[in-house]
């Protein structure tokens, strides 16, 4: 019978014959791990297997054994926290039925759990208002669902990453700070499908980034209505994948990414049941009968696309339609019947998977987890009720599919020092061996409460203003005329022209007034540039 024999971390099967004094070396050096190729090393897992079997517990080489494992596991567990990223984000789709926006959104945003700490917010909306006026009013200004939710994310360290608008349909992406840098390859998308794709009050709109490496779509649609127009809502969602292309080579179509979030007023009705059953089941919380009927879930089982999309159980009355304030179903002469219309579906790539045969069930390196779907009754502008999800991501290195997280920023900013406001500065950054910049790169300079990515106060072109780049550190020459004179709490950011995307972003720092006149300061100092 072999013996296992200890080398620094690494585990090495002897047999009997080769380990004469059947003991633990404890000389040999950590480094010898390297040298244990990885189809060896699961050898030599196999026939550890195989000797525990034999191995007494109150022999010595059992606690030995014990503790080499738990030494190794120990250095897994820190590997895998090293590749290993949980990522909470909250989805958000309401038809508002032009309405303007509700004063409070707190629960629709689960502000007021604290435990509820959202890495992400993505909300979609439909049927917002969007006559030629407002539309052109709001294309040069905010909207006021998106000044909204900037005026509510923004002081709780969300900035809006990105967004766009198709009349009546709006996306948008707000990430935490921390998260921004690792957030790149933006690009948005949309299709008409109103009026044989001449008119955008209905269809769909897309954002797709990278994120820690990761393809992340998320694409909010407005199907047609009415029971009758099941078929032409295939049709167009159809459409709608198949003009949802992208600049990207390495994902050229929506279904490439590795996660789309599919969701919005999708208009699938509920049916056969009529108005005075379906009422009665939702009395009685009776959701289970209805969903059998409901025609997502009915074509879903035949069609082999839809299949791959994965939803979570209808737990709430269906959210369409009501009477105007209130939270009860239409009244009116038309009594439409209600059904759940605004949905929040899923697809992961399959490709996303360890198929090795070494694996008894597929390893998932980039999973999702639904943590609650329901909707929120409480909001009363609309005839149709808002629907959250709220999801739990899993992002790990890959190396089978090439994949790994991206844990470094592409540039690190240095704000160095105390910055003197009215005074010209002068920034020093590096950046990664494989980031390449642009003629059109810049830096900003942001106050710490940042509503969207090109929201500065003043920025400098990198190349323009270029002063040095010596042993992998650069420094660029920001022009002092567009700092605030009351200074205050600031950060810098670095633009991506070529990602599309900040890239970097400093820490915090104070940015302080200097009452002394230009020839003072330069007298006393000697550099105005920062010190």
């Not at 072999?2 to 099967?13: K, N, V």
């Not at 009355?317 to 009477?323: A, E, G, R, W």
């Amino acid at each position: 019978m072999g013996r296992l024999m200890e080398r620094g971390d690494s585990l090495c099967f002897l047999p009997d014959s080769e380990n004469p004094l059947l003991s633990w070396d404890h000389s040999a050096s950590v480094s010898s791990t390297s040298s244990v190729g990885r189809g060896l090393l699961q050898q030599q897992v196999t026939q550890l297997l195989t000797c525990v079997e034999d191995i007494s517990s109150d022999e010595e080489i059992h606690e030995e054994m014990a503790r080499t494992l738990d030494k190794a596991f120990l250095l897994w567990r820190k590997k895998l926290k090293e590749k290993y990223l949980q990522f909470r984000m909250h989805v958000v789709t309401w038809n508002v039925a032009t309405a303007a926006p509700p004063t409070n959104l707190n629960e629709l945003l689960l502000l007021n759990n604290e435990c509820e700490n959202m890495d992400m917010y993505v909300i979609g909306l439909q049927e917002m208002k969007s006559g030629i006026i407002n539309y052109i009013s709001e294309l040069a200004f905010e909207d006021p669902w998106s000044k909204l939710l900037m005026d509510v994310l923004a002081p709780l360290g969300y900035i809006k990453v990105t967004s766009i608008r198709m009349q009546g349909l709006l996306l948008l992406v707000f990430a935490r700070r921390l998260h921004v840098p690792f957030i790149s390859d933006i690009y948005t998308n949309y299709t008409r499908t109103g009026l044989y794709g001449y008119w955008g009050n209905k269809g769909g709109v897309s954002i797709s980034f990278r994120i820690y490496g990761y393809a992340i779509c998320f694409l909010n649609c407005h199907l047609p209505a009415h029971l009758t127009n099941n078929d032409q809502r295939l049709i167009d969602f159809d459409k709608i994948l198949e003009m949802q292309n992208f600049e990207n080579d390495n994902i050229p179509n929506i279904l490439d990414n590795d996660l789309i979030v599919w969701f919005g007023d999708l208009n699938f009705r509920i049916e056969e049941f009529g108005l005075c059953f379906i009422h009665e089941s939702i009395q009685k919380g009776l959701y289970s009968i209805l969903w059998h009927k409901d025609q997502l879930n009915i074509i879903k089982k035949s069609d082999s696309l839809l299949q791959q999309f994965q939803e979570g159980p209808l737990l709430f009355k269906p959210t369409f339609k009501f009477d105007i304030n209130s939270e009860e179903y239409d009244s009116s002469e038309k009594r439409r019947k209600p059904a759940w219309t605004d949905r929040i579906l899923w697809r992961l790539n399959q490709k996303l998977q360890n198929t090795s045969k070494n694996f008894k069930e597929p390893e998932r390196f980039f999973s999702l987890e639904l943590k609650c779907y329901q909707s929120h009754m409480q909001y009363k502008v609309s005839d149709h009720k808002p629907v959250t999800g709220t999801f739990e991501l899993e992002l790990r290195s890959c190396h089978v599919q090439l994949k790994s997280l991206m844990l470094t920023p592409l540039v690190t900013l240095i704000p160095e020092g105390r910055w003197i406001t009215p005074y010209d500065l002068v920034v020093s950054y590096n950046r990664s061996p494989d980031f390449k910049s642009s003629s059109w790169d810049w830096i900003g300079l942001h106050k710490v409460v940042i509503r969207h990515l090109k929201d500065c106060v003043t920025y400098a072109w990198v190349k323009d203003n270029l002063v040095s780049s010596e042993k992998g550190l650069y420094q660029v020459y920001i022009n002092a005329s567009g700092f605030p004179e009351e200074g205050g709490e600031f950060l810098l950011s670095y633009y991506s022209s070529n990602l599309k995307a900040i890239v970097g972003l400093s820490e915090p720092f104070q940015l302080c007034r200097n009452n002394l006149s230009p020839e003072d300061w330069r007298e006393k100092k000697g550099d105005p540039l920062m010190y």
